[in-house]
């Protein structure tokens, strides 16, 4: 039976978090990832597959009653100089899973993009309309899937939800060289170790607590598909800089955080300010958890699983 949800890049941060929110109330889960995974929701079916291909996807598509693809091998500092690096860790598989639903028209395809490295830093509270403006291949790439997903669903009559989330944190996410701010400080705090800092301090970036944003994920999969792809930002609309989330991080863990400055680098965004009232206005969803109570709850959970 179609019955369960697929969840493509269930081993990643988000996509582990969102296999045990679905499974917690019951729902069946087919769970793909690139590598066998660690800790994942113990009822979700686990595949391990490069999914590079279409046929990776057909059985699996068969038993679905709606895919969410949440995968992503890169960031903006991974792809620096290294397009071919979105081409094969990224867009190949997005286009493979695009390929298979073609035979599964019906299936809704909940897509999340990125809103961080998006849009034009001189945008203020930018929305879904707002001029995009990547300074990233990994951008680049986000945004190059977005118009892929939508050709698929103007040619096949698909339906498919896109979410542009700001710098996602909580728990769950561990270190990782280049994959988040939060992580990568706990974890210098931890070892007493310097961070380094790339600017000086003032870049301004908007964070949403992982929980908040798997709400809004259970949210779409419970709405009615609506044909045509449609794009909603993710973010707690607030943004705050650098420094300031470096001031939060010692107030929280009562720890001093060393840490040099270097040159800001050019694929790195100088501004993310951005709004979400467009899901708020389709699917009642606002940020809940502020700033400091979610690092207190990441750093609750880094401290005592993580060194």
Known sequence: MADH?????????????????????????????????????????????PGDDPSDYRPLLRRSRAVVHVASASTPGSSAARPMLELDENLRPTLALLQAL???????????????????????DADELARVA??????????????????????????????????????????????GIVPTAFGKLLRGETLQVWGDGSARRDYLYVDDFVRLCLA?????????????????????????????IERVTGRQLPRSYDATRPVDMP???????RARAM???IAQVGMEEGLARTWKWFSTTQR
């Open 220 to 248: 779409a999969l419970d709405a009615a598909p609506i044909a045509g792809a449609h794009v909603f930002n993710a973010c707690s609309g607030t943004s705050v800089s650098l420094d300031d989330l470096f001031a939060m």
């Open 134 to 179: 990547p300074r990233s291949y990994h951008g680049a790439g986000k945004i190059a899937a977005e118009h892929f997903v939508s050709a698929w669903c103007t040619q096949f009559g698909g339906a498919a939800t896109i979410f542009r989330p700001s710098n996602l944190y909580g728990p769950g996410q561990t270190q990782r060289a280049g994959f």
């Open 102 to 124: 073609q035979e599964f028209p019906a299936k809704p395809l909940l897509y999340v993009s990125s809103g961080g490295t998006l849009y034009d830093p001189k945008a203020k």
């Open 283 to 285: 699917f009642g969803w």
């Open 5 to 49: 949800i697929l969840i493509i890049g269930a081993g990643g941060f988000v996509g582990n978090r969102l296999v045990q929110a679905l499974t917690a109330r019951g729902q069946a889960v087919l769970a793909l990832c690139r590598h066998t995974p660690g800790s994942i929701g113990a009822e979700a079916e686990i595949h391990v597959s």
């Open 271 to 277: 501004r993310v300010e951005m709004q979400a009232d």
